[in-house]
Each structure stands twice: as C-alpha cells, then as structure tokens.
C-alpha cells in the first residue's frame, strides 16, 4: 500500500477498541521481520525508529530505505519517529520524510510539555505528519536491555490535565504514564487500569502504551479494553532475536553470518505477528 500517517493507522481504533503495534527497527533486518508480520497478516503497523538507537544508525540512509520499502508492502505503514528529544531532531525527522513524530517533554514542567509539544505541532502541520505526546513520564531505560526498573506511580499521567493537554496542544495521539517502563522491568509490571479508564474518559484521542515488552498477552487484552490504541514494544524481540543467536552459535554447527541473521529476522517476526495478533488490530487486506 503505502506510507500513511500516524492518524491514519489509529482511524477507528478508539470506536473499535484495539490497539495497533508500534515496533522499533534499529537495523534492516528488523524492518523487514516489522513489514513482513504486518503483511502476513494484513494488518497496518507502525514502524518506529527511536532516537536513542541513531548511535546504530546513518539515519539518512535508513530512513530512505525505509520509506522505499514502505512503498513496496501491501498494508498501511506509518513511519514514527520515536521519542524525539529536541526540535532539532523533531526537525530533521520530518525533513527526512517521517509521516508521524514523537515529541518527548513528559519530564519538563507541564507547561513547558504544553509549549514544547503545541510548537512541534505547529512545525508539523505543513507537512501533514501526525504528532505524538506523553503526559506524566514513563521510566525505565530507554534501549537499556540490562536493568529492570519499576515504575514510579508519582510519575503517572495525571488525568485532570488531560483534556487541557490535549486541547491546548492538538496533538494527534497521547502517551500515558499508568505503570509500565522501558526496558525490562524489577518484579512483575503492576498496571493501573482505574487510571487508565479515567484517563479514556477524558479525552477522544488514540491513548499510547509504551515499555509494551514484559506485560503478559492479559495485560494486553486489559489496557486494549481499557483504552489503549498504540503499543510501543522493542526490548522483548531485540532480546529473543539475540538469544536465538546465541543459542545456534552454541549448537556448535558451522553456520555463515546470513544463518544467523536469517533467523534472527524470523523470531523477530514470528513475535511482532503475534502481539499483532493480541492488540487485536483488524485486518485491512
Ligand atoms: P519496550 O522496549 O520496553 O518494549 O518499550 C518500547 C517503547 O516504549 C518504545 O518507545
């Protein structure tokens, strides 16, 4: 099909309860297993690179053969660029042709988040690309895969400035604080679905899960039930796809550098499909 926006791959999620997977690539490989679940399955997804994972990258060249490839699959993709950190990235993000972005102020004062987020707002709507915001802050290690955190229920969304946020910004989708982190978690992730339910309730906008990898297929089918559109999920298959290779060096069979990148590239597909599967996202082809 083609690139679409942010906005357009989260058309009807709120109304049909489901969520759509927003899944990191920090290599081609990880594009690939990415667009090839999504075509398998008929689904729209979103394809995220986040800014912490350019140190892996030459973006210009990355972000061009992603949208090539986008062009060439069959279901809708959005090309998201993933917790931008300054205007200047924000910037070169839609300069280099990402339909959607993510502007990251959730740990500044809430009207310095208000500012920062309504100016990329702003930036962004000549382009027609799609805005993402957070509102309260989600912890953990962003691209860490070593430490476990916990969340910290100060840090949660607080949900009496939601529409205020939302209306004072126009953004197109907000991420919520409700008890996730990044990376792997300290303990079992403990979820506060009442919040989360209060939060829908006071906003119309597609509602964004992030730190998505750790929470069981129930949590899922939870905070989908509860009001969460777009799930944001890297740390579960970049672990899995490097213990599959450890695991075939170990075997102790010859194997060439494809072997193993190969396979690398099917677990990582064979998850995205199924937590495609479990946000329920309808098929469209
Ligand atoms: P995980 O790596 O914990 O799945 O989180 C991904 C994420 O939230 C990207 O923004």
Do not use: C, W
Request: proline letters at 4%; zero cysteines.
């Amino acid at each position: 099909m083609a690139l679409v926006t942010l906005k357009e791959t989260l058309k009807g999620s709120v109304q049909g309860r489901y969520a759509v997977g927003s899944f990191n690539a920090a290599n081609h490989g990880m594009v690939e297993a990415i667009l090839a679940a999504s075509e398998e399955l008929g689904t729209p997804v979103i394809l995220s690179i986040a800014e912490v994972h350019f140190r892996y990258l030459d973006l210009d060249k990355f972000v061009s053969y992603a949208l090539h490839r986008i062009e060439e699959v069959s279901t809708p993709v959005a090309l998201h660029l993933d917790h931008g950190l300054s205007m200047e990235t924000i910037k070169r993000g839609l300069d280099l042709g990402f339909s959607s972005v993510m502007i990251d102020a959730s740990q500044q004062p809430y009207e310095e988040n208000v500012r920062i987020t309504r100016s990329v707002v702003e930036l962004a709507k000549p382009y027609g690309v799609s805005v993402e915001a957070e509102l309260g802050f989600v912890g953990g290690g962003e691209g860490n895969l070593v430490e476990g955190s916990v969340a910290n229920p100060s840090d949660f969304t607080d949900p009496e400035l939601v529409a205020d946020f939302v209306e004072k910004t126009g953004v197109d989708a907000l991420a919520v604080a409700i008890g996730t982190v990044h990376g792997p978690y300290k303990g079992q992730p403990a979820l506060d679905l009442e919040l989360l339910r209060e939060i829908r309730g006071r906003t119309t906008i597609p509602l964004v899960l992030h730190g998505g990898s750790g929470l069981s297929d129930q949590d899922f089918r939870n905070v989908v039930a509860n009001g969460i559109n777009k799930v944001n999920f890297y740390t579960h298959f970049s672990l899995a796809a490097a213990a599959k290779v450890a695991e075939l060096i170990k075997g102790g069979k010859p194997l060439g550098y494809p072997d193993l990148t190969t396979a690398a590239e099917q677990e990582i597909k064979s998850i995205v499909a199924h937590q495609i599967g479990v946000f329920g996202t309808p098929r469209v082809i």
